[in-house]
Nanobody, 126 residues
Framework: EVQLVETGGGLVQAGESLRLSCVAS????????ISWFRQAPGKEREGLSC????????IYADSVKGRFTTSSDNARNTVYLETSSLKPEDTAVYYC???????????????????WGKGTLVTVSS
């Protein structure tokens, strides 16, 4: 059974940084992608980034390119989302999601994923 657990959310002030973690289980031996999404109150879910398990290559949404960075630690089965220069409009629940036997593409940011975590809340105060 595949499980994804996000941690690292919290309350920060504008301009600060936060590192979110996504611990994945049940994907050992497979090729997969891990994407990060967020959903702010009253808004649609937004795809942020994607990382390939095989080589660590990444793609980003234009809205976060240069501010957010995703990386992986395969030994810890963990994918990270480093967020920086946070703004109040970054306030949202952040989710990680996995897709098996795929490579990252623009479609990885659309939300058609195989597995989802429950999310972690990031609140940015002004």
């Amino acid at each position: 059974e595949v499980q994804l657990v996000e941690t690292g959310g919290g309350l920060v002030q504008a301009g600060e940084s936060l590192r979110l973690s996504c611990v994945a289980s049940g994907l050992t031996g497979k090729e997969y992608t891990i994407s990060w999404f967020r959903q702010a109150p009253g808004k649609e879910r937004e795809g942020l980034s994607c990382i390939n398990s095989n080589d660590g290559s990444t793609i980003y949404a234009d809205s976060v390119k240069g501010r957010f960075t995703t990386s992986s630690d395969n030994a810890r089965n963990t994918v990270y989302l480093e967020t920086s220069s946070l703004k109040p409009e970054d306030t949202a629940v952040y989710y990680c999601a996995a897709q098996e036997w795929r490579l990252c593409s623009v479609y990885s940011l659309y939300g058609n994923m195989d597995y989802w975590g429950k999310g972690t809340l990031v609140t940015v105060s002004s």
